[in-house]
C-alpha cells in the first residue's frame, strides 16, 4: 500500500493504509465470540484494522461516561489482545455528541477516563464519533465555542494529546457530502475540522452520499482539499441496518484501486448478521491488495474515475463485466466475488453451531409506502422526509459478556435540545406477534347448525348438535449452461453460474400438467443430504447483491415475470386475439415453462442452504432466504395460473406498474441503477420486487410473514386447483370442518356432504380462482376457494348446483330431533340467497379457506402465501374486495381470518345469530 500522497503540495505521511471492519450499525452487537472469529478472519484475508463502534452498545453512545465494570474490562481486554495476536488493530471509539457539554471540564474528564481506562486493556487507537446528532450548541458552549466545530474540534484535539496522541480518528457530523452545508468546497463545518484539527488525526468520510455507490477519485480530492487530509472511507456500501429485508452478498465495488493513494484507509461497515459478511470481507481484502502505480498524473489530481469505461450500469438487466483499472494494477469484481465463492464455500461446508436461534430483526418491512420513516444508517440516523431522530433501541445483552443488563434511566442532556428522546433509550427491539415492529431507522358451546337457509355457506358447519361450530433478451440474462465443479473456480472471464435444475431444453408448451407428477420429479425429500455447491452461494450472491444493484438472475426472473403477465392474453381463453399465433402461443408456453424451473432452482437451492453445516450461517439467513423463497413461490403460482388459459379481464396497467414502484417502471428503475437516492428509498431489496409484481398493492401485509423459530427446508407448494384434486380437498374440508378438527365421524353415511356444502360449488362452478397447498408427499394439505363475482355465483349456484344437492340429498322426513347430517341436508332444501347490496358493492368477491393445523402451525407463512395468490388472481380480474362467512362459534377461523387482514362488516339487516360476515380489501 502506499505510505503518502500528495495533499495541497504537501507529503502527508500514512504508516499504514487502513483495511479493515466497523461494527457500526445499530441493532444487535456481534458476540464476542464472533468478533474473535472476525480477526482469525481478518488476519488470514490481509486486513487490519476493527473500529469497535455498535450503536447499541449502550456504554459506547447513550452511556459513554460509565466505566466498564470488571467483568467487562476482563472481556474487552481480551478482545484487543486477540485482535493485536491476529495482527489487527484495535481502534476504540465513543461517540459522546447525545448529550456532552463541550465546554464543561467534567464532561472533557469523563471523556478522558474512559479513554483511559480502555487504553489500560492494551488499546492503542481510539476514536471520537459525533455522527447522527443535533447541531445546535447549549448557551454554555455558545459562551466559548466560535461554531459546533471548533467545540468537537477543541475536546477532540484536548483528548488526543492526553492520551499521548495514538492512532486517532474522528468522524465529523457532515460526514459525506449530501450532509455538508451547503457544499464540500463551502462548508464552514469542514473548513474548520481541516484548519482546526490536529493534522494526524484521521477524518472518517463516507464519499457522496451515506451509502454511496460510487466513490471517484476525484471526489476524495475535492474532500481532501478542504479536509486537508486524505479520508479514511467509512465504506456503508454492504450495511443493511436501514432495511430490514435487505442483506448484501454481492463483491466490494465501484471504488477504484486508484483511491488508494488519495486515502488512508477503508473501512467497511457490513451487515449486521456477521456470518454474512464473509464476501464482504473477502472481497474488500482482494481489492485493497491489488496493485497500483500511481502515476504523475494522478498523484498531481488527474482526471480520473472509480469506475472506467469497463464499468457499466446495469441498464437491461444485465451485470456487466465490472473491473476498476488503475496504471499497472486491475481489480475485477467478478474475480473476487469467484475466489471469495469458493473460500465461503469452505466455511458452509464447516460445521458450526447455530447459537441461540434465528435472528430477529425488529420490524417487517416490505412495501414501500408513504410514511414517514426514519432511517438509521451505519454511523447515522437519518430522517427520509423530516429531520427529528428517534433514540436508537439499547440491546438488553451486554455485548461484551453476553449476560442480560438492567439499562438504567438515560440521563438528561445538559447540552442541547436534543431530538433524541430519553425515555426510549430502554426500548428492547422485538417483533410482535403479527410481525409488525419498529421501523428500521426509528431507533406481526356454540349453536349447532342452524336449519335456516342462510348458513348453507357458513366457512365452518357444525359437525355436532351439541359443542364447538364448526422478449428475447432474458436469453442474454440466463445462466451459463456450462457446470462449475464443486470447490472449483470457474475460468471464464466474467461470471457465469449454472443454476442446477434449469432445464433450458423446449418442452411440449401446450401439454398442460393435470397430475402432481410434474412436482413429484423435481422437489427434493424433507432434510435433502445434497449438499450446498459453488453454484448455490453463487445464486444466493445473486439474489442479495448489492444496495444499488440485483443480480442478473434475480434480474430475469422479474423481467420475464412483467413479459408473462403482460402477454398472457395470447393464452387466455376467452380473450385470446386475433394476433395471436400459434407460434406466439407455443413461445409464451415455452417460456412460461422455463420460468417455472427457474423458480423451482431458486426453491432447491434454498432447501439445500438451509441444511448446511454451518448452523450459524443457516441462522443468520433463514430469514431472508424464507421470504426469498416464499415470493419465488407465489410469482411460481401465478404463472401456472396464467398458463391455464385464465381469463383476465382488467386493465393490466395496473399489474404492471403497481402505483409506479416496480422495476417496470424506467423512473424507478433508474433511480434505483443511478445510487442517487439513497437505498433505504427502495425498500425490500430483490425479494420486495418480486412480491411487488403481484398486482396487490392493497394486500401488502400479506408479505409481513414471520419466519419460523427454527430454519427448516419444508416444501410446499402453492398451485392451481386441478379436477383430480377434488378428493383431497373434501378430505382437507371434513379434517377441518369442526373447529379445525376432524368431523369425519359425524357424517359416516354421508362422507361428501361437508365437502359439497362449503366447498363443491366452487371447485365446480369457479375452479379458476381455486388454489390448493401441496406438502412434500404431494398431498394437499390446504385450500382457498373463491368466486370472484358473489352475486353471478350465486345465480349459477340456485340454477345448478343447489339443484343438485337436493337430487342427491333428499329432504329428511322427520321434522324433529334431526341429527348434524340431516341438518345439513334440510337447509339445502330452505335455501334463500343473502347479498345485500352493501356487501357486494365493497366486497364483491367470495371466498372459503382451510389448511390442516399442524401445517398451519409448521409454517404460518403458507397460509397468507395462498392468500396472497389468490388475491392476486382475483385482483387481475377487477375485483378490490373479498367476503366470507364465518360460524361465530369457530373461534379458529375468526382468529386466522383476522391475523389475515380481515374485519367484522356490520350488515344493515339481521343476516344470522349463527354467521358473521367478514371482509376484508386488496
Aim: net charge negative.
Amino acid at each position: 500500500m502506499p505510505p503518502m500522497a500528495n495533499v495541497n503540495g504537501n507529503v502527508v505521511c500514512s504508516n499504514r493504509f487502513l483495511r479493515g471492519v466497523v461494527e457500526g450499525f445499530y441493532g444487535k452487537p456481534w458476540t464476542t465470540d464472533q468478533r474473535r472469529e472476525l480477526f482469525r478472519r481478518m488476519n488470514k484475508m490481509g486486513l487490519n484494522t476493527y473500529l469497535y463502534a455498535p450503536k447499541d452498545d449502550y456504554k459506547h453512545r447513550a452511556y459513554w461516561r460509565d466505566l466498564y465494570s470488571v467483568e467487562e474490562a476482563e472481556h474487552l481486554t481480551s478482545l484487543i489482545a486477540e485482535a493485536s495476536e491476529s495482527s489487527v488493530t484495535f481502534v476504540y471509539a465513543l461517540s459522546p455528541g447525545l448529550d456532552i457539554t463541550f465546554s464543561s471540564a467534567k464532561d472533557v474528564t469523563f471523556l478522558k477516563r474512559k479513554l483511559e481506562q480502555v487504553s489500560h486493556f492494551g488499546c492503542k487507537a481510539f476514536a471520537l464519533l459525533f455522527d447522527d446528532i443535533e447541531t445546535d450548541m447549549c448557551i454554555a458552549d455558545k459562551e466559548v465555542f466560535q461554531s459546533f466545530a471548533h467545540a468537537q474540534v477543541s475536546v477532540t484535539n484536548e483528548v488526543y494529546q492526553h492520551l499521548g496522541q495514538p492512532t486517532f480518528l474522528f468522524c465529523p457530523t457532515e460526514y459525506c457530502e449530501s450532509r455538508a452545508v451547503p457544499d464540500i468546497e463551502t462548508s464552514q463545518y469542514l473548513t474548520t475540522v481541516g484548519s482546526k484539527l490536529l493534522p494526524d488525526i484521521d477524518v472518517l468520510w463516507t464519499g457522496p452520499r451515506v451509502v454511496s455507490k460510487i466513490i471517484s477519485v476525484e471526489h476524495i480530492q475535492k474532500v481532501t482539499k478542504t479536509i486537508k487530509r486524505p479520508p479514511v472511507i467509512w465504506d456503508n456500501i454492504h450495511a443493511n441496518d436501514y432495511d430490514h429485508k435487505r442483506v448484501f452478498l454481492g463483491p466490494y465495488d465501484g471504488r477504484s484501486t486508484a483511491l488508494m493513494p488519495h486515502l488512508h484507509g477503508v473501512l467497511t461497515n457490513p451487515n449486521c448478521e456477521f456470518e454474512s459478511n464473509f464476501m464482504a470481507l473477502h472481497t474488500l481484502a482482494t481489492w485493497s491488495k491489488s496493485t497500483v502505480d500511481v502515476t504523475k498524473k494522478e498523484a498531481e489530481g488527474g482526471d480520473n474515475s472509480a469506475v472506467t469505461s469497463d464499468i457499466k450500469l446495469e441498464t437491461e438487466g444485465v451485470i456487466e463485466d465490472s473491473t476498476t483499472k488503475s496504471e499497472g494494477g486491475l481489480y475485477d469484481r467478478n474475480a473476487a466475488l469467484k475466489l471469495a465463492l469458493k473460500d465461503w464455500l469452505e466455511e458452509i461446508k464447516t460445521p458450526k453451531s447455530g447459537g441461540m436461534g434465528v435472528i430477529k430483526r425488529s420490524g417487517n418491512v416490505s412495501v414501500i409506502t408513504d410514511s414517514v420513516t426514519t432511517v438509521n444508517t451505519c454511523i447515522t440516523m437519518t430522517p427520509t422526509t423530516t429531520s427529528s431522530c428517534t433514540q436508537p433501541v439499547m440491546c438488553p445483552v451486554n455485548t461484551l459478556t453476553g449476560e442480560p443488563i438492567d439499562i438504567p434511566k438515560l440521563p438528561s442532556s445538559p447540552s442541547t435540545d436534543s431530538a433524541f428522546d430519553s425515555t426510549s433509550a430502554s426500548s428492547t427491539s422485538k417483533d410482535s406477534e403479527d410481525g409488525e415492529g419498529l421501523e428500521p431507522m426509528d431507533i406481526s358451546s356454540s349453536p349447532a347448525v342452524s336449519s335456516t337457509p342462510s348458513s348453507v355457506l357458513s366457512e365452518s358447519t357444525s359437525c355436532k348438535q351439541e359443542g364447538g361450530g364448526v422478449a428475447k433478451k432474458v436469453v442474454d440474462a440466463q445462466p451459463s449452461t456450462s457446470t462449475t465443479t464443486e470447490g472449483k473456480v470457474p475460468e471464464t472471464e466474467t461470471m457465469q453460474i449454472d443454476y442446477e435444475g434449469v432445464d433450458m431444453s423446449p418442452s411440449n408448451p401446450l401439454e398442460m400438467q393435470t397430475d402432481t407428477e410434474e412436482i413429484k420429479s423435481r422437489i427434493s425429500p424433507l432434510y435433502t443430504a445434497q449438499p450446498v455447491t459453488y453454484d448455490d452461494l453463487a445464486m444466493l450472491v445473486d439474489f442479495f447483491y448489492l444496495p444499488f444493484e440485483h443480480g442478473p438472475f434475480g434480474v430475469h426472473l422479474i423481467e420475464e415475470f412483467i413479459w408473462l403477465k403482460t402477454n398472457s392474453r395470447i393464452v387466455s381463453k376467452c380473450k385470446r386475439t386475433l394476433r395471436s399465433t400459434a407460434e406466439d402461443v407455443k413461445e409464451w408456453h415455452e417460456r412460461s415453462e422455463k420460468y417455472d424451473k427457474s423458480c423451482q432452482s431458486v426453491m432447491d437451492m434454498v432447501n439445500r442452504m438451509l441444511n448446511a453445516p454451518n448452523r450459524a450461517a443457516v441462522y443468520e439467513l433463514f430469514p431472508y432466504v424464507y421470504e426469498l423463497k416464499g415470493a419465488v413461490a407465489l410469482l411460481k403460482s401465478f404463472v401456472k395460473w396464467l398458463a391455464g388459459g385464465r381469463d383476465v379481464t382488467s386493465n393490466f396497467t395496473h399489474m404492471i406498474r403497481w402505483g409506479g414502484c416496480t422495476w417496470s417502471n424506467r423512473g424507478y428503475k433508474d433511480a434505483f441503477l443511478t445510487g442517487k437516492e439513497e437505498p433505504w428509498m427502495f425498500r425490500g431489496g430483490l425479494t420486495g420486487e418480486l412480491q411487488r409484481l403481484l398486482p396487490i398493492d392493497g394486500a401488502g401485509d400479506l408479505f409481513q410473514q414471520r419466519a419460523p423459530d427454527t430454519p427448516q427446508s419444508s416444501i410446499y407448494i402453492i398451485r392451481p386447483y386441478l379436477h383430480p384434486d377434488q378428493d383431497d380437498v373434501y378430505e382437507v374440508c371434513r379434517k377441518t370442518c369442526d373447529d379445525g378438527l376432524d368431523g369425519t365421524d359425524v357424517f359416516p353415511d354421508h362422507p361428501a356432504l361437508i365437502g359439497d356444502k362449503l366447498v363443491g360449488s366452487f371447485l365446480t362452478l369457479s375452479p379458476e380462482f381455486c388454489f390448493v397447498a401441496l406438502d412434500a408427499s404431494e398431498k394437499v394439505c390446504g385450500y382457498v376457494v373463491a368466486a370472484l363475482d358473489a352475486k353471478d355465483f350465486y345465480k349459477k349456484f340456485e340454477v345448478a348446483w343447489l339443484t343438485d344437492l337436493c337430487n342427491k340429498y333428499p329432504k329428511p322426513k322427520a321434522e324433529g330431533n334431526l341429527s348434524p347430517a340431516e341438518e345439513i341436508i334440510n337447509s339445502f332444501h330452505n335455501y334463500k340467497v343473502y347479498l345485500p347490496p352493501n356487501l357486494y358493492k365493497r366486497f364483491p368477491s367470495l371466498l372459503r379457506m382451510s389448511l390442516l393445523p399442524q401445517f398451519l402451525m409448521d409454517d404460518p407463512g403458507v397460509a397468507k402465501n395462498m392468500m396472497a395468490c389468490l388475491f392476486a388472481a382475483l385482483k387481475a380480474n377487477g375485483s378490490s374486495g373479498v367476503y366470507c362467512e364465518v360460524n361465530i362459534g369457530d373461534k379458529r377461523m375468526l382468529e386466522f381470518y383476522t391475523k389475515m387482514g380481515f374485519f367484522d362488516v356490520p350488515m344493515l339487516d339481521e343476516y344470522s345469530e349463527e354467521v358473521l360476515i367478514l371482509g376484508r380489501s386488496f
